[in-house]
């Protein structure tokens, strides 16, 4: 009777330190969606109105995307059913020079943030461990655009693994293109990787 009642209390605990941990990370800055969005845009600002070479730009984006977006999961969104034809190998190949050909791209279209304001209109939870967080940016030419961050809860934080720009899904955009390139070098993925790197 003892032992029965010290296994079930021994459970008792182990849960309910179990469910402390993971309240404390979800509320710690590293989890918060709300955190993660005003730091990630901080930081695309910064880089955005700094005086930087387009390299420096690149090199910026790189680190800001290995911090805060998930490679894989967006590359196999952007691929498709094509995704399933790749090995392992060309899987990480392909989401590495996907992420440098969406560094350069973005480096490029995120001078308009330079000097905007970034207002959080709501957040949601989406699914088991996602969130769907809408935003306003107010730019100093007091334009207006309205972007919705897809996130998801990992080990090491949270990431993206979409955006959606007035509406315009960043996943869905990049698939046409993707497209094109699959058709334009027979679906060689050596050449789809080595087309990427060089935007």
Not at 100 to 107: C, D, H, T
Not at 130 to 152: D, H, M, P
Request: a positive charge; aromatic letters at 12%.
């Amino acid at each position: 009777m003892i032992k029965s009642y010290l296994a079930i209390l021994t459970v008792f605990i182990f849960n309910s330190l179990w469910s402390m941990s993971l309240n404390s990370a979800e509320k710690s800055p590293q989890f918060s969606p709300e955190n993660f969005v005003n730091a990630t845009y901080q930081e695309i600002k910064e880089i955005a109105s700094e005086q930087l070479s387009d390299a420096e730009k690149v090199s910026r984006m790189l680190s800001l995307f290995n911090d805060t977006v998930e490679h894989l999961f967006i590359s196999r969104a952007v691929m498709g059913p094509y995704w399933k034809s790749l090995s392992e190998s060309e899987k990480i190949d392909f989401s590495l020079a996907f992420k440098i050909y969406l560094a350069r791209k973005y480096s490029k279209q995120f001078d308009d943030f330079s000097a905007g304001d970034l207002t959080i209109l709501s957040i949601k939870k989406s699914g088991s461990s996602g969130f769907l967080v809408k935003s306003r940016i107010l730019t100093e030419n007091s334009k207006q655009f309205n972007l919705v961050w897809q996130l998801v809860g990992t080990n090491a934080g949270i990431r993206i693994i979409n955006l959606k720009f007035e509406g315009i899904s960043m996943v869905h955009a990049e698939r046409p293109e993707l497209k094109n390139l699959i058709n334009t070098y027979s679906g060689s993925i050596p050449l789809i990787i080595e087309a990427l790197k060089n935007y």
